[in-house]
């Protein structure tokens, strides 16, 4: 019988070997890292305004506080905010006093902080046995990582990427070789991490945990890495003496998040299938035995750094399944920095010419099952997929539509399926592995650079245009009860001549942010919670209508006679709830509204104090109107209580008003 023989996978894994030591990664990595950065920072820069509120006002109006002032402020308050190196690193850009110039430069920043992850996992490789070329290989597909779609927002997540694996580099030598140098290190940068992140703050844990495996016993770990144990254990003791609400700041409300069991574990399945997908998908059978070689016949750093990736995975992927079974979202944010670490095995697997064993094919025909159950009734359909562009990259490649999920299903179980048989070659995997990276990253970068100005626009804020006012210094924003925080966040980002957010009618700014609760006085001016006069001049949103008897507009130098929160400046469309507040000061007047319903009669239920009637209103305008006494105050509740309410731009609206006058 004939001798099986497969020349081309040898020759191809012999050029290879050879190839490799005479590779200088220096300018390689030099220019992976500026070319990334130049195209991240082209891609940002198409983008017209944050996308990713409230995050993104956070991270910026504490970047805007630094420069200024140099103290970390929300609206001239300070906010309890743990990750605060983010806007630190932020706040250089916003020295000028320019918005628009501002906004771009601190995009640049975060693409260049993206880039730079291709140094540590570069490092990381090498320090796996993996020659140079294939360290290359590795901070490629790092660079490829759909995630980088990140970098066209000013989130924390292209800083992040670096740090947390130049710390994974240290932790790997700190196991294995436990110096009080590497203790220290590796403790001060999990410190960064999470001041970077908060979300890091499992890492300790995670270290704790390889720690422990790694030397098999309690007593030799404590005894191996007993400055690391001290100082973790004086990091809970402050954190318990600040207590853990108040350091969480922010993210405090995780401790109310409840989730059941199975629901938890179809969530943990759908972000290892996502975070696969992020990895290169064609890699992953290879990093499975990659993995599986460390662990059984590995080096003490081989071993170290397997350990560490299972229990960050956990960690990471469980924190992914925790908030998305919460809150209906598939968060890829939380997951991509395993990408690499993936990768780093699937190269070692390469260069170690494993063969085409048992494991290497269950786990590609695995995948190619994987890929049509999970999509096919899992929560990637019912969930919100904004913050995963691996998902948006998928379904845009696909040709959108209702039947894009099966074609991306196929498509990568068709690829998952060549892997086992027939991609078992060097070249023929990496370049599946990069064309998959680099399709899904592209298009995933486009979808999420066509959502708009603000994800305020998909979850009902009616936002046409970037809201720029005509605003002086110290102005004021009046909020009220239908003020939308998405659209505000946006104002405040846009106008940093706004300095302050009053509150009329409700419990806070809709933000949650700092805000002055006032109220109207007795002679028609604004007053706070002392009845000390608030001065203007003040400015409104585009939800909100303002008038005089001289005209309506954005900023007014006094209180307008009229405010009508929930009735939009650009299209007149009447929310279904508003609110409308008059003074009159000498002069008695009248508001008359002239509200219409396009499509087809409507009831209003109008409620001024104790005055309460009900107006039927059709197609065709009809007056409505409100007498104001002298020197009196007037607030009202105008409410939709028959018939369909008018679905306009995503936002349910009852009534449009064709003119408002004050006479």
Known sequence: MRKHVRPNIDISLEMWRRAAPAIRPRPWLIGLVLAS???RTCAAVLRTGPLYYPDEYLYSALARSISE????????????????????????????????????????QASLAFSLAAFPAYALTRRMGVSAGGGLIVALLALLAPDGAFSTNLLSEPYAYPVFLAMLVVAVDTIANPTRGRQFAVVTLMA???????????????????????????????????????????????SV??????????????????????EMIRWFGVNVFILAVASGWV??????????????????RQRAFTLLTIFLSVGLLGQAALFGANEGRVLERYTFYLAPLIAIAFVHALEAAAPRDRLYRCTAFTGAAVAILVPAGSEIRRGATDESPTILGLQSLAGGGPHATLLWALMLAVAAMLVGPWMNGTRLTVFGAVLILGAVGVTGTRQLLKFGTSLGFELGANITAVPRLNATHGTALLTGPRTNRFLLMQTLFWNPQVTRVIDLGSDGAPDGYASIPVRIGEQGELVDAHGAPVPGPFAFDSDTTAATFKG???????????????????DRYLETVSQ??????????????????????????????????????????????????????????ISLIAGIPVSHRKRTVSVMATRLSIA
């Open 69 to 108: 002032t140099g103290v970390p402020r929300i609206r001239g308050t300070f906010f309890h905010f743990p990750a605060l190196v983010v806007p630190y690193l932020m706040a250089p850009a916003w020295f000028f006093n320019n918005v628009e110039l501002a906004y771009k430069i601190s995009l640049g």
């Open 37 to 39: 950065a130049i195209i």
């Open 192 to 238: 960064v991490l999470c001041l970077v992140r908060i979300q890091f703050i499992i890492v300790p844990g995670a270290y704790a945990l390889a720690a422990l495996v790694y030397s098999r016993s309690p007593r030799v770990a404590a005894r191996q890495q007993w400055l690391v144990l001290a100082m973790f254990l004086l990091a809970a003791c402050i």
């Open 283 to 300: 890699i992953v059978p290879r990093a499975v035995a990659g993995f599986t070689t460390f662990l059984r016949s590995g080096t003490e």
């Open 552 to 570: 309506s507009g954005r900023v007014f130098p006094r209180l307008p006679q009229v405010i009508v929160f929930g009735l939009n400046q650009d």
């Open 241 to 262: 003496g600040i207590g853990i609400r108040r350091l969480a700041g922010v993210y405090a409300g995780i401790t109310t998040f409840r989730a059941p069991p199975g």
């Open 580 to 637: 409308l507040y008059a003074a009159a000061n000498d002069r008695p007047f009248v508001v008359s509204m002239w509200l219409a319903s396009p499509l087809g009669a409507k009831s209003l239920n109008f409620a001024c104090g104790s005055h309460r009637w009900t107006e039927r209103i059709t197609t065709r305008p009809r007056r409505v109107q409100i007498a104001v006494p002298r020197a009196s105050r007037v607030a009202c509740r």
